[in-house]
């Protein structure tokens, strides 16, 4: 049977990018996605501003919702410095495999905790199984709709502090209305916009950077 996306990007990965080099992973990514197959990874142009968001936020503990093949762990692990360390939940299991084999290509794995189950499921937990005790930053790019309902319930389990960072991916394309709603209207958050394009292309997309101000 036909190989699978992620299978692919795997294969462009160990053919095109150097063991324990995080950068020539991405590169490699951004190239395959670019000239060969379009993939939903946050992708160079929005890479550069997660990335500039993470060397402000220096975080001690992310989280990230929906890994995918594992494109923007790469991107938050390799700027951690010692002892920092990236939570990300996957729960389609052939997903999580793939993110695996690139994470440990880029030698992050020590900086990489992937955990596979759903959002929902695993959030109540955070604190009792990881020893989190609020996460610095939270990069959002999962599945849009549950955007909302996600921080809520990071809300509700104490894991957004005063300061937490949460950066959304594809708040225009493919869209989060009610996401931006509430971040944008709530007194709790000071939000801004970061316009770019959608991964690979020309449309317009952004993430929104969301500073949680403490009850
Ligand atoms: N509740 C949950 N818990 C854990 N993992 C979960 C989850 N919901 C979804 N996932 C995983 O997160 C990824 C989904 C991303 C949806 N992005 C997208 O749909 C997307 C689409 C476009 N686009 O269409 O242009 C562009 C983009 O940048 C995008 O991120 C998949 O790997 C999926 O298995
Ligand atoms: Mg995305």
Redesign the pocket.
Known sequence: TRTSRPQRILKAVQTKATVGDPQSVITAIDHFCRHREWA?N?GDEKGSILDSVVNEVSPVTVLE????CGYSTVRIARLLPPGACVIT????PD?AAIARQVIKWSGLEDKVQLVEG???DWIPWMKEHFGVQAFDLVFL????E?YLPDTKLLEECGLIQKGTVLLA??VI??GTPDYLEYVRNSPHYNSQYYRSH??YTKAEDGLEKSVFLGY
């Open positions: 939903m946050v919702l929906g890994t995918y939940l996957e729960f389609n997903y759903a959002s929902g790019d999962h599945w849009k549950r991916d594809n394309c493919p959608l991964e």
